[in-house]
């Protein structure tokens, strides 16, 4: 029987395997092990796709936060509005920043809900910050109407939507600042964890870049400027990122592509609500970073597909963040909650063969007697 993981992890190694050790030979052998050449490279690199004045390489998507935040002057006694339907990492790293997390009501899309943001805005409300989810960048018209009639500051948590687009601009661009992911399964991910930072704020920039390099000012320099902490970019995975971002245009033309067939192969199955299919707003250029669909029978398809040798996952293990009530949220919100209940995402990667892909639709069919 054929089988798709959700995620082939040594395949992301195995697929270019001579090519990466090549490369990861030539940084070692150097003894090029941190803040080198390729982190310059691999940040001029970001700065220029995502059309960013300012890109620079931390250690992981969720520190990439908190020193933004520190960076805006966001802290203790803010309030941060944040999107439920996120990884804990994003109100995580509001935490250490010293501010407190509030929880927001997402769209139909799973992404923050402008209208539900607005009422929870305070005296002590300082930011909102949306998650670009699966690749597909929050409805940025409105909150940016809202943080502006509030006074209120705006970044995204881009750790899903390198490369994204709404409006002809590019996911991370919106606000104060924008953060983004590569752990392995992001849609650019490196052998291990790394992050990126963009800003088109040079106040900003300086701060973040001193504060991963505990206060330092740069490459080279001893002088401490501000307080910082421990979070760069190791150099061998920015070699590795910086040999990835130039073919991830691909990459992305590859999620889109099977997004298109899976739309497709499933649009008459009434039971499914899809993600938008690409294309579908001349306005947006989603990159799929997950496929997640709604399954009024969720479960259900998920043992069918798992005995059928199919992965999936529902998304950061089953609950949305204000649902972890040990974390001391006790609040409703009613459409992330639904969301929760229906919920799952297929394969969805650049290195699935159309053979995976097909098969992952003739499984989903089948379950709905196609
Ligand atoms: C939406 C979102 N925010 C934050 C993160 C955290 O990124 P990292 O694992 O690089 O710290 C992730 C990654 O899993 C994510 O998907």
């Not at 606000?175 to 790394?194: E, V, W």
């Not at 740069?218 to 150099?235: F, M, P």
């Not at 691909?250 to 899976?262: D, F, P, Q, V």
Request: proline share 4%; net charge negative; with cysteine.
């Amino acid at each position: 029987m054929q089988s798709v993981p959700f995620f082939n992890y040594p395949k992301l190694f195995l697929h270019q395997e001579e090519k990466f050790m090549q490369i990861i030979r030539d940084v070692l052998s150097r003894g090029a092990f941190i803040m080198q050449k390729e982190l310059e490279e691999f940040e001029e690199k970001l700065a220029r796709f995502t059309g960013a004045k300012h890109a620079i390489g931390v250690s992981d998507g969720t520190n990439a936060i908190t020193l933004g935040l520190r960076a805006a002057g966001v802290g203790p006694g803010d309030e941060v509005i944040f999107s439920s339907h996120t990884m804990v990492a994003t109100p995580g790293a509001i935490v250490m920043a010293g501010a407190v997390p509030v929880p927001c009501d997402v769209d139909e899309d799973g992404l923050m809900d402008a209208e539900q943001a607005e009422r929870l805005i305070t005296p002590k409300t300082k930011m909102l910050m949306p998650t670009d989810l699966n690749g597909r960048i929050a409805d940025m018209q409105k909150i940016q109407a809202l943080a502006e009639t509030a006074g209120l500051l705006v970044a995204e948590d881009a750790a899903q939507a390198l490369g994204a687009r709404y409006h002809g601009t590019g996911a991370g661009l919106f606000g104060a600042f924008g953060t983004f992911s590569f752990y392995p399964a992001k849609s650019l991910g490196c052998f291990g964890d790394g992050g990126g930072f963009v800003t088109n704020d040079d106040a900003i920039a300086a701060h973040v870049h001193a504060q991963r390099d505990h206060g330092r000012g740069g490459l080279g320099s001893a002088e401490v400027s501000v307080w910082g902490t421990n979070s760069r970019l190791d150099n061998v995975q920015a070699a590795i990122l910086s040999h990835l971002i130039d073919t991830f245009d691909e990459n992305i033309a590859r999620r889109r592509s099977i997004a298109s067939k899976y739309n497709e192969a499933f649009s008459e199955i009434a039971e499914l609500t899809l993600p938008p299919a690409p294309g579908a707003d001349p306005e947006r250029f989603d990159t799929f970073q997950n496929y997640e669909i709604r399954s009024l029978r969720r479960d259900a398809l998920r043992d069918y597909l798992g005995h059928q040798g199919i992965g999936t996952i529902i998304q950061w293990g089953g609950k949305a963040v204000h649902q972890f009530e040990d974390l001391g949220f006790s609040v409703d919100l009613p459409r992330t909650d639904e969301f929760f209940r229906q919920c799952l995402m297929i394969p969805m990667n650049h290195l699935l063969s159309d053979d995976d892909v097909d098969c992952v639709i003739e499984k989903v069919r089948a379950f709905h007697n196609l």
